[in-house]
Nanobody, 122 residues
Framework: QVQLVESGGGLVQPGGSLRLSCVAS????????MGWYRQAPGKQRELVAA???????NYADSVKGRFTISRDNAKNTVYLQMNSLKAEDKAVYLC????????????????WGQGTQVTVSS
């Protein structure tokens, strides 16, 4: 199994920046992708950014040009650099790892962190 711990959330003014970190431990192998999701009260959980095992990335349209996802394989860590933050970015941000299983890697399982709160307010 995989354990994920997020950090870096907090209170920031509009236009400010935060950098989120997610450190993984446990059975770290056969990771298909790593990503960040967010969820605000009364709203559906949404994908913010993801990066695959080969380095491909994708972003939600609402954060393109402002957020950047990256990883450090040596540290088993994925980051989310958030710039030009807006009030609409306020949410709990959750780290996600997708892992493949089976002799031919035909099964998948998702692991989630506890979440870190990001608040954007004046």
């Amino acid at each position: 199994q995989v354990q994920l711990v997020e950090s870096g959330g907090g209170l920031v003014q509009p236009g400010g920046s935060l950098r989120l970190s997610c450190v993984a431990s446990g059975s770290i192998f056969s990771i298909v992708s790593m990503g960040w999701y967010r969820q605000a009260p009364g709203k559906q959980r949404e994908l913010v950014a993801a990066i695959t095992s080969v380095g491909s990335t994708n972003y939600a349209d609402s954060v393109k040009g402002r957020f950047t996802i990256s990883r450090d394989n040596a540290k088993n860590t994925v980051y989310l650099q958030m710039n030009s933050l807006k009030a609409e970015d306020k949410a709990v941000y959750l780290c996600n790892f997708r892992k493949a299983y089976g002799i031919s890697l035909q099964y998948f399982n998702d692991y989630w962190g506890q979440g870190t709160q990001v608040t954007v307010s004046s």
